[in-house]
């Protein structure tokens, strides 16, 4: 049954020191009938890309058994001659790409049949020699296969060993078999703890720390691609041995070289500072998790196999090229979907928990966006804005999280009503504090940050249509919102010289989910303009030249434009979202 496949293969994915992330593959062969009603013998094996630990039957194409096992008589087959050979033997042709070690699996015998990269199986397969420690520590009765890259010729010799009780592939992993799914587990399991034990192999963990420190680091990391960063500090001890150069070289299987690059350091992904741990860099945080984790264990496997065996084995530098450019392995990171248009980016946006700020979190973080929120409450980081200490923790919080900065858009803001003359002195205060002065405390705070990480930014003040058409009764308000866009000006005038695009958003009359529009402040507004409180949404949709009604959306959409490469070459400008107020023009 392929349900016990797939229970078995997620039994071996959900262990992180078996497999990670894509690696490793499992198969089951079984009886089917084809379309004629015949039954066959199938072989069920993992598609190339899937993951174990989230594996569905749609995940495991088949293929006829017995259209696969003449080629056990072949000398030599090439890769593309097999892609193409297999692709004739499959049960559903539209099915995805079996795994790449499809023949190793066919060719054994045994009806199920698992290979993993655990991590203590790498310590052993990459000791000085790799044969005698796999016998010392496991026995005589499993074999070691020399390593090949995966294809026909390593699937001839793994089936040489079919009499075996396993095999180790140097510089690879473990490849295990039995005649029921339990047997083949077990044998899995027993194996990688006595050879855990062997090496004194701990269980790896990761220990995340925030990345505050690595602004310099990330902005070198994202010249052509914007990149997020996460710090593992339970790697702090082997970034201080020193041997760490030498752990850096080398990866426990070169499975894990797809992700995270050939060695750490130099231009991958993955660095080794010490002092701090291990640093990872991805375009969005789960692919920043995911390489962190895949060198936690890898330094943690090399690591292991100096410490037993006092040094290490690796593939030369022509295996580890043919390795990284071979196209087979390579077709692996193609299946993967078009990156959104602003993954990688980090955005902080400020008024987030109703209305107009939080359909702005929303869609840049639909857009591929990493977002920090900002509110009084309902927010990330929660508080007064016009606390300098609050605009600290909120930049604190961005650079710890993800190591960078990419945008801010300042969207926390306050309705005060009252004509002039009436308008008490602590309401005209509070408006110019929240709605202008604490936006200036923001970018006073970020400014650092974009101009030492070196790629440039993107500051989008929300605004008003009030700041170039003021109301009546609307003074505190219109004067701060005013105040905004020539602080936006400015920042305009002052970043191009770093890189930082400052621009402007005036929205006019969005009532839906806005705690702005307050029950004083709709009477207020209704009164200044001679109609009924409940005519106030309609009044203020047909007075534009469009006559519609401005939305959360439409704001949001405007705010994308200008935080994304879209707007590259647009700074110091004042986009209208207002529905066409003619007064409200810029000029």
């Not at 009806?111 to 052993?124: G, S, T």
């Not at 499993?142 to 095999?167: C, D, N, T």
Request: proline share 5%; with cysteine; glycine share 10%.
């Amino acid at each position: 049954m392929i349900d016990a496949l797939v229970e078995r293969s997620r039994r071996i994915g959900a262990d992180a020191a078996l497999v990670l992330h894509g690696g490793g593959n499992t198969s089951s062969k079984l009886l089917e009938h084809d379309h004629t009603g015949r039954e066959r013998r199938v072989l069920r094996i993992k598609g190339s890309g899937s993951d174990l630990a989230t594996c569905e039957a749609r995940d495991f194409p088949g293929l006829w058994l017995d259209e696969l096992l003449p080629l056990r008589e072949r000398e030599a087959m090439e890769d593309e001659e097999m892609v193409a050979y297999l692709a004739r033997c499959m049960v559903e042709p539209d099915a995805p790409r079996p795994s790449i070690e499809t023949l190793l699996h066919a060719f054994l015998p045994a009806a199920h049949v698992d290979h993993v990269h655990a991590d203590a199986i790498c310590a052993l397969a990459n000791a000085p020699d790799p044969e005698a420690a796999v016998h010392d520590a496991l026995g005589e009765d499993i074999a070691v296969v020399p390593y090949r890259r995966p294809g026909f010729e390593l699937s001839k010799r793994v089936a040489e060993h079919a009499g075996a009780r396993a095999v180790v592939l140097a510089h690879h992993g473990l490849v295990t078999w039995g005649d029921t799914h339990e047997e083949s587990y077990a044998l899995t399991r027993e194996l990688v703890d006595r050879a855990a034990a062997y090496v004194g192999l701990r269980p790896v963990e990761v220990v995340r720390r925030e990345a505050a420190s690595l602004v310099g680091l990330r902005g070198r990391l994202s010249q052509e691609r914007k990149q997020v960063l996460a710090v593992d500090a339970a790697q702090e001890a082997i970034a201080d041995r020193d041997d760490a150069g030498e752990i850096a070289s080398m990866r426990s299987t070169p499975d894990h070289m797809l992700r995270i690059g050939a060695q750490t350091g130099g231009d991958g992904p993955v660095f080794l500072v010490p002092g701090l741990g291990c640093v990872a860099a991805g375009p969005n945080r789960r692919v920043a998790g995911m390489r962190l984790e895949i060198a936690a264990h890898t330094h943690a496997s090399v690591a292991a196999t100096r410490d037993r065996f006092g040094s290490t084995s690796w593939l030369t530098d022509e295996e580890v090229r043919d390795f990284m450019e071979w196209p087979l392995e390579l077709y692996k990171l193609t299946l993967a979907p078009p990156p959104p248009e602003l993954e990688g980016h980090v955005a902080i946006v400020t008024g987030a928990a109703s209305g107009i700020g939080r359909e702005i979190a929303v869609d840049l973080a639909s857009r591929g966006a990493e977002v920090i929120t900002a509110d009084l409450h309902d927010a990330e980081v929660e508080g007064d804005l016009t606390d300098d200490h609050v605009a600290d923790e909120l930049v604190r919080t961005a650079l710890g999280r993800f190591g960078g900065l990419d945008a801010v858009v300042f969207c926390a803001g306050a309705a005060a009503v009252g004509e002039l003359g009436e308008l008490p002195d602590d309401e005209w205060r509070r408006s110019i504090e929240v709605n202008l002065t604490s936006h200036f405390l923001l970018t006073k705070r970020v400014w650092p940050v974009l101009r030492e990480q070196g790629i440039g930014g993107s500051l989008v003040y929300v605004a008003s249509k009030n700041a170039f058409a003021p109301g009546a009764g609307f003074a505190a308000y219109s004067v701060a919102k005013a105040g905004l866009v020539q602080l936006a000006r400015i920042a305009a005038l002052e970043g191009g010289r770093i890189g930082v695009r400052a621009n402007a958003v005036n929205p006019d009359a969005v009532f839906r989910g806005s705690q702005l529009w307050s029950d004083e402040v709709r009477r207020e507004r209704a009164a200044a303009h001679g109609v009924a409180a409940d005519e106030l949404e309609a009044f203020y949709a047909t007075r534009s030249l469009l006559g519609r009604e401005v939305t959360t959306q439409d704001v949001a959409e405007a705010v994308s434009f200008l935080v994304s490469d879209r707007s590259r070459n647009t700074t110091g400008a004042v986009i209208p979202v207002d529905g066409g107020v003619p007064g409200a023009f810029p000029r």
